[in-house]
């Protein structure tokens, strides 16, 4: 069985990494469709995502957050966080880690569309 963890003061610590990063006009941006061409604005969004990533596992661990769901994670941040990748959420951890990163993107500015996680199949 996964030993469920408490997230919140990881959550708090993204929070505030992320409240610093939200530029008040990004909306206004124009967003790029390469990693080269991405906007101030597109390439925040990516780093709060990819800092939360590492923070959350590095807090909750890895134990019960799927392979394909690492790996699907993985890719979209590669990508510049522009990748359409099917992140689908299948075991608790991966929900955990999940909901924890859709709290931080949105702390951040970004719309809740921004995060990977779509369950498709």
């Given at each position: 069985?996964?030993?469920?963890?408490?997230?919140?003061?990881?959550?708090?610590?993204v929070f505030g990494l992320a409240?610093?990063?939200?530029?008040?006009?990004?909306?206004?941006?124009?967003?790029?469709?390469?990693?080269?061409?991405?906007?101030?604005?597109?390439?925040?969004?990516?780093?709060?995502?990819?800092?939360?990533?590492?923070?959350?596992?590095?807090?909750?661990?890895?134990?019960?957050?799927?392979?394909?769901?690492?790996?699907?994670?993985?890719?979209?941040?590669?990508?510049?966080?522009?990748?359409?990748?099917?992140?689908c959420p299948e075991t608790e951890?991966?929900?955990?880690?999940?909901?924890?990163?859709?709290?931080?993107?949105?702390?951040?500015?970004?719309?809740?569309?921004?995060?990977p996680f779509r369950c498709r199949?």
């Amino acid at each position: 069985m996964i030993a469920r963890h408490n997230l919140w003061p990881c959550i708090a610590l993204v929070f505030g990494l992320a409240s610093l990063t939200a530029p008040a006009h990004a909306e206004s941006q124009e967003a790029g469709t390469t990693v080269e061409a991405r906007s101030d604005w597109q390439r925040k969004k990516c780093d709060v995502y990819r800092q939360a990533f590492a923070e959350i596992l590095d807090h909750v661990g890895r134990e019960g957050v799927s392979d394909a769901f690492m790996a699907e994670n993985q890719a979209f941040i590669d990508s510049g966080c522009l990748a359409d990748v099917d992140a689908c959420p299948e075991t608790e951890a991966d929900i955990e880690v999940a909901n924890g990163l859709t709290i931080a993107s949105m702390n951040a500015g970004a719309a809740s569309s921004f995060s990977p996680f779509r369950c498709r199949e």
